[in-house]
Every structure is written in structure tokens, then in C-alpha cells.
């Protein structure tokens, strides 16, 4: 067996197991000695299923050796975010009021990544109840950046991102509400996607719980990876619902944006590494006038979308936060101190949506660029975003 190398992807990783030079045995060892030297400082996870990973990696190994491969997740750690249902495991929301709450059933999203033979090795800690942007309010304690602890996680997925961004998982299962994937994705380096509203199934998030109908409206399931490529396998196993891709799409350059120096000179370099690419590009509007949590006539705008803002182009590239990541002392006391200005949009209207990592600033912390596809385009969105990657290569985190 050859050894694991921690930058590696999950296409590479999967093709090694398959092929039996990489065992899932030692792949998930590696993640769990990872998570227990890293997670006592940057808290990525509330509960860990050491054993029942290993396991899952033993009984991935047999059938692999017996021929019985299921496709690209089989034998890959991943994470799942706090909010979903897992059976016979606490599901907490990050909450006082849910820490002892353990359901019987695994949520849709989850049953699937078990059946495309996925590891799952623990829970990843969140902004308690999903109510805030900073993963620093917490029944389990803040989330930290694992770029720079004096720095948000983001939120509210935050320790999905800080787990995947320190090598502690391949991937996680999140959801995102206003930008609660995208947003800690851009601050911690990696890659966050939400699809069209239904793509991937959000039954089984807190099962039973009384919910708020604006939340149940605007949330969406989402996934956190280190590279597009990895999230387009990892949506392929979990969607339900059916999406599109266009080949050479149309680029509309948002330009009713607000950015700081440092993000605007990222972005600008991103469309120009986008037009070095052939797209044709047109100047657009991202539709930031939108009700956000007034969904009375939500289903209605979201049909209407399409002829409204995608007449003449196919996605919209804006960055996925207008300023850099803030500092923890900062943030304190302010649920909602990273803005979800440039995000919310997407949920409200059910659009595919993607945050990659596209430069730093000048404190050396990750900056993230969106991709906002038309409904159902999903495919279209994470393609380019497969492209910008391989055009505009970035630096990644790296933990000895």
C-alpha cells in the first residue's frame, strides 16, 4: 500500500483505493489521528465516531476486494454538520436544547452518502441553531480559522469548513440558509456549494423539530469540499432532483458590488483569468433587492428569476464576501458579523451557488469568488468552477 498524501483529492484517493493501493482502513485512520491533534484547538467536530469509522473502512475494504465498488465516495472520510439527522448519534444543532437529542433515522442526504459507501466520521460543530455567520456561538464552544485562530470560521457551517480546510475530511454535508456554507468556505479556503433548491434532499434536518417556514423556504443542503471537482463527485451521489450543464456559458461580471481594495483586486484578477478562458462575458446586476426573509410570494419570484436576471447571460461571478475575514474580537457579541450581502440572494431565489478560493489578502487569509448559476444549471456552475481552478491555481492550507 502507498502512503496517503493529505493534499490529494478525493477523485485521486478514490481512483488508489480502487485500485487497492490505497487501503480506506488507513485513509480514515490518518483523518482520525488528524482530527485528534487538531480539533482540541480548532473545535471542527462535536462528536467523533472513531470506531464506527473504522469500521465503516473495514467493511469498504472487503467489499472493494471482492469486487463490489460503489462508486467514487467508497472508503472516503466525511463529515456531516450538526443539523442532520444521524440514527443511533446526537444531533444537536450546536444547542443546549437539542444536547442530548438522538434520532432514529438518518437524514436523506445521509442515508445516501452511506449507500455511495462514504465514512462518515463524526458531526461538525456550527453556529448554534444555524442563527449566525461566525461559528463563534456554540453549546460545544467557538469554531476557529485553522488559517489564523484570531480570525471567524465562519458560519454557519464553520466547522465543516475548518475541518475539510485542515484535512480532516474529504468533504461534509451542510446546509446553507443566507450563505451559510459559501460564507465560511470563503473563509477558510475551500469550496462551498448549494445547489437549486431541491437538488439534495433536507428531509431529516432536526426530524420533528418545529422549524420556521422562512428558514424551511430559504435553507438548502449544501456540500463543503477542497476542490470543485470533488464536490461535482460528491453531488452526484447525494442529488435527487435533476440538473443541467451548459457547455460555454455566457459570463455576466457583477457589477452593483461594494468590495475593498483587496477583494477587488482578487476579483479582478479572477475575470481576467475567466476571459483567458474563451467565455463570452457581459456586464449584470445581482439581484440584491430581493424580500429575504418575507417568503409570501417566494415560489412566484423563483419561476420569474430566469427572465428577469438571465435574459442575456448564464451565471453571475461576484466575490462571495465584499471584505476580508473578521477577527474573533471583532465578531464578539455580533451573531451576524460576516455579511451575507452577497449571498443571500441565492437562497432566497433557489439558485446553484458556488464559493471557491480565489487569493488571499493581505494578511495572507483566504478570499473566496461565487459563481450563481440560472435554476437547475448546477452542472454548469460547478464546471466553471472546475475550470477557474485549473486556470488560477491557489494556494491551499497545509498542516504538518
Known sequence: MTK?????????????????ALSPVSVVTSCLERIEQLNPTLNCFITVLADQALAQARQAEAEIADGRWRG??????????DFYDTAGIRTTAGSKQ??????TQDAVAVARLKQAGAVIV???NMHELGMGTTSLVSRFGP????WNSEYI???SSGGSAAAVAAGLCYATLDTDAIGSCRLPAA???????KGTYGLISTTGILAGEKSEPAIVALAHAAVTTRAAEDTSLV???VAEGKARLTRRPTIGVVTNIKPTQSVRGMFDAAIEALRSLGHPMKAAQAPFENPGFDVRNIDADRKAIAYRVFQNVDVLVLPTTNASTPTVKSAAGKPLALSAENTMFANYFGLPAISIPCGVDAKGLPLGLQIVGKPREDYTVLELATQLEAARPVDRLTHS
Do not use: Y
Not at 437539542?98 to 434520532?103: A, C, D, G, T, Y
Not at 469554531?143 to 485553522?146: A, C, D, E, M, Q
Not at 473563509?187 to 456549494?193: D, W
Open 4 to 20: 496517503l498524501d493529505h493534499s490529494e483529492g478525493i477523485r485521486d484517493t478514490s481512483e488508489r483505493i480502487r485500485a487497492r
Open 72 to 81: 467514487p465516495l467508497h472508503g472516503i472520510p466525511v463529515g456531516i454538520k
Open 98 to 103: 437539542f444536547e442530548q437529542r438522538v434520532p
Open 122 to 124: 463524526g458531526k461538525t
Open 143 to 146: 469554531v476557529r480559522n485553522p
Open 153 to 155: 470560521a465562519g458560519g
Open 187 to 193: 473563509c477558510c479556503g475551500v469550496v462551498g456549494f
Open 235 to 237: 453531488v452526484k451521489a
